[in-house]
């Protein structure tokens, strides 16, 4: 297949980066082999003051979706 390019450069950065995430967990659920690019800048998380009350991985949450191959039917 030939490679598609979408140009995400009039997007806000948080947009655009959302959708780069979308098309690689897409690559993953098709079974292809992830594209990694190193990012120019790091990303710079948020933080909020509080209490942490136990831990969770974005591999917790996305474990089932990356380990079990799901069929959508509309």
Known sequence: ?????????DLPEPMARGLEI???MARVL???PAQHEKSAR?????T???IVYGS???????DDLLTHKT???A
Request: net charge positive; proline share 3%; aromatic share 4%.
């Open 1 to 9: 297949m030939a490679q598609r390019i979408i140009e995400l450069d």
């Open 22 to 24: 979308v098309a690689e």
């Open 30 to 32: 098709a079974g292809k």
């Open 42 to 46: 790091p990303t710079k998380l948020s």
């Open 48 to 50: 909020r003051k509080g």
């Open 56 to 62: 969770l991985r974005r591999e917790d949450i996305y």
């Open 71 to 73: 069929s959508h039917h």
